[in-house]
């Protein structure tokens, strides 16, 4: 399987943008910059596509972890954190931080947890990333009859 994206660049560093699209069509000439927008123009950065990535990967993950353990979950919440510092003068991701909360009826925390910790440890992104990668699990009870509703 190969997923690919492209990304068109024009301008500085400073002043400049980009537009990003990928081969599915999903996001098609999204608008990019380098650092924090000062525009008019909502626009996305590398890095925050990055935490969208992380979030999104391990969001599925922690799917496949609890429906191989027959674990149901009413939804799963990901927030995904990307540090940046510059190292030697040049910018780099040195830690990501998840925050996971799982809403399930009538949870059995440590189970629930224990599946979250080994979707981290089973996420594409995740497992091919340098930076160091820490997770905060949450398991919230909901009541079973808004969980169906």
């Not at 890095?47 to 496949?64: F, H, K, P, T």
């Not at 009413?74 to 925050?99: F, Y």
């Amino acid at each position: 399987m190969k997923r690919t994206a492209s990304a068109v660049w024009k301008g500085g560093v400073r002043v400049g943008e980009g537009t990003v699209t990928t081969s599915s069509g999903v996001i098609s000439k999204l608008i990019y910059t380098a650092g924090s927008s000062s525009g008019e123009v909502p626009c996305i950065t590398p890095s925050e596509m990055l935490a969208a990535a992380e979030a999104s990967c391990i969001a599925v993950s922690v799917a496949r972890e609890l429906e191989t353990v027959h674990l149901p979950a009413e939804s799963i919440e990901t927030v995904a954190e990307v540090l940046i510092e510059a190292v030697r003068k040049v910018p780099e991701i040195t830690e990501v931080h998840l925050d996971v909360t799982v809403h399930a009826a009538d949870p059995d925390t440590k189970e629930y947890e224990k599946a979250m910790h080994r979707a981290k440890n089973h996420c594409l992104i995740t497992r091919n990333l340098k930076a160091k990668v820490t997770m905060k699990a949450h398991v919230v009870a909901v009541e079973p009859a808004l969980a169906h509703a």
